[in-house]
């Protein structure tokens, strides 16, 4: 038996840095945190960042949620962030980076539509800018703890998502996306850990399963009684243990765990439902499953 993992508080005084591509949603995730009370800044200089928490810290009996939403386009001012980021740590205040991302046509198009340049194109076309932006991020989408690809969301479903993320008090629970998906149409971006399930019998050759979905009883007690199917279930939460524990010691919250198998309808969502039903009973943790690729056949 795994001992029962420890809630971490948060941080009385709670830092997010919010950034990511142009296009992919920063001003709606910033319009969501304010509504659930944080205090948010945007295109604050990273010099400022810890003088700012210090004059908002200074009373103690007040819990902080500062949200800084940071535009970055220049390698000089990544170099400017990354020295306020380690400032912030030397002045021991934990901060979380949420990074927004999306398909790249995507961000064509939302440019498109807005009838607006990209701030990096120049001369060139809007993919150009998209281009040296996705270079110049790179490094800083490594270091973050959240990645959200915003590719198939709306603003409502963006901002849905920043109050599931955010708007827990208490005890920091973690917060676990489950997400299907069929090799076929992508690797996702913003997975921590990957599974291919394609191993499992496919149920799309069974005739009378074909229309059906890995949510339907029908399909879910087919893959679940394939052989190795539970055994990988048992081992991966079970493997998922230390992982778990370890991101509480390092006050780490959020992780996605992605399956795949070919389509995205059958296997992987079946999978996917079992893993997070498996992972919700574990204590503090909180799972949503994700079915990126259903309907799409």
């Known amino acids: ?15 997010l840095i919010v950034t990511g591509m142009s296009g992919a949603g920063r001003t709606t995730a910033a319009h969501a945190l304010e509504d659930q009370g944080w205090y948010v800044v945007e295109n604050l200089p990273p010099q400022l960042f810890s003088t700012l928490a210090a004059l908002l810290g200074k009373s103690p009996e007040s819990e902080l949620k500062l949200a800084l939403v940071v535009d970055v386009r220049t390698k000089e001012f990544f170099y400017d962030l990354q020295e306020s980021l380690a400032q912030l740590s030397t002045d021991g205040v934990e901060y979380r980076i949420l990074f927004l991302d999306a398909a790249d046509d995507v961000l064509v198009r939302r440019f498109e539509s807005g009838r607006r340049p990209h701030p990096l194109q120049s001369g060139g076309r809007i993919s150009d800018g998209i281009a040296v932006e996705r270079r110049v991020l790179a490094e800083l989408k490594e270091q973050a703890e959240l990645v959200v690809d915003t590719t198939e969301m709306n603003v409502h479903a963006l901002a849905k998502s920043m109050v599931e993320l955010f708007s827990e008090n208490g005890p ?54 394939q052989e190795g199917a539970e055994t990988f279930v048992d081992r991966y939460v079970h493997a998922l243990q230390p992982v778990l524990e370890g991101y509480r010691r390092e006050n780490k919250h959020y992780a996605t765990f992605a399956i795949g198998c070919t389509g995205g309808k059958h296997r992987s969502v079946a999978i996917a439902e079992a893993l997070a039903h498996r992972l919700g009973q574990q204590p503090r943790v909180m799972v949503k499953t994700h079915h990126r690729d259903l309907g799409r056949e």
């Open 1 to 15: 038996m795994t001992e029962e993992l420890t809630p971490v508080k948060p941080p009385t005084k709670e830092v």
């Open 172 to 225: 920091v629970v973690l917060r676990l996306n489950v997400m299907s998906f069929g090799f076929k149409y992508g690797i996702p971006q913003d997975t921590n850990f990957l599974a291919d399930v394609r191993f499992i019998t496919n149920p799309h050759w069974v005739p009378e399963l074909r229309h059906l979905t890995g949510q339907d009883a029908a399909v879910s007690e087919f893959v679940l009684v």
